[in-house]
């Protein structure tokens, strides 16, 4: 019987190190090549392995380019507006916000942002757990904004109640929608500086009115991350690549095609329903994500936060963030994530 990996705290080893994470994880792939003997026991090695199909298989090792963004704290990639173009604009469009209320406190924080934006035609759809709802929906009649609001087991953080009350956002004919949730990150010693740091790029000073005009002019555009917080899948995998993959091959999209895949970071993005349909037609339930614990990380809801970018790849569109502009239409994708480890 095969003995199970070993795991080892590795994120204290990686705060010890004083170097980037792209040198961390240069030392990490010259280690785990070399010395598949040594550590092929711990978890650390297996999650790396697994993570392989996820590494950038496009550049050649004597190119400049490849070495670059091997040293490299982040990288612009292309965004190619031209291509996959499967949406027709929209001259009126309607935004859903999908909020995901936990704490309360934060809600509130969210609301006031979204009174104080520029963008009015709003419609709130909001998810929590049974034993906030009545302190939620007292929030939300303050506000000015019209809401649905659903009851849901606390379970999948806000991934699976976002995907639940997807088909009504659909229903009720919205196509763009901007999903947010209360964010705190107990785990991390930066947990406000991210949160805000998301929220000034999505519902900040003129975030809403730029984000709807990217979508709009750019019909192969899917899903709009915050700049800065897009990440590459083989410097962020954690526990996540083998599940990542089975939703991946459960889209219909080959191992062969993840080469590369960069995804969006604390889960909160403004998406197209085109780009959201062949993970939400997975038809995941509550049966697919594991119970509350308190985990950092290798559950469903980590691994369907990296899977959003397998569904956009599956709708045939693209991954743009919030500085996207027409004239030099680049996304940059971060190596030395500031509030990640």
Known sequence: MEKPPIILDFDKVWRILPISRPRKEILKSILFSAFPFIFKSLAVFQNWKNAQVFRDKSLPFWSLVFWKRGFSKSYPIAVHPEKGIVRLPNPNPKLAIAIHAFYPEILGEILQMLEQSEYKKLFLY???????????????????????????????????????????????????I???????????????????????????NGAINKALSILENNPSIGIIGPANHILPMYYYYGANALNVLNLSKMMGVESCCLNGLNFVAGSMFYATKEALLPILNLGLNVGDFEIENNQTDGTMAHAVERAFAVSLLAAGMQLSDTNYNNINPVLSVSKDHYFTI
Do not use: C
């Not at 009545?134 to 995907?163: A, Q």
């Open 126 to 176: 909001v998810s929590t757990s049974s034993d906030k709802s009545k302190k939620i929906e007292g929030i939300l009649k303050l506000s000015m904004f019209p809401y649905r609001l659903m009851e849901t087991e606390n379970r999948g953080r806000d991934i699976l109640p976002f995907l639940k009350i997807l088909p009504q956002i659909f229903a009720d004919g919205n196509e763009l």
């Open 178 to 204: 901007l999903k947010i949730h209360t964010k705190k990150s107990n785990h991390l010693n930066r947990q406000d500086l991210w949160r805000n740091d998301l929220f000034n790029k999505l519902i900040g």
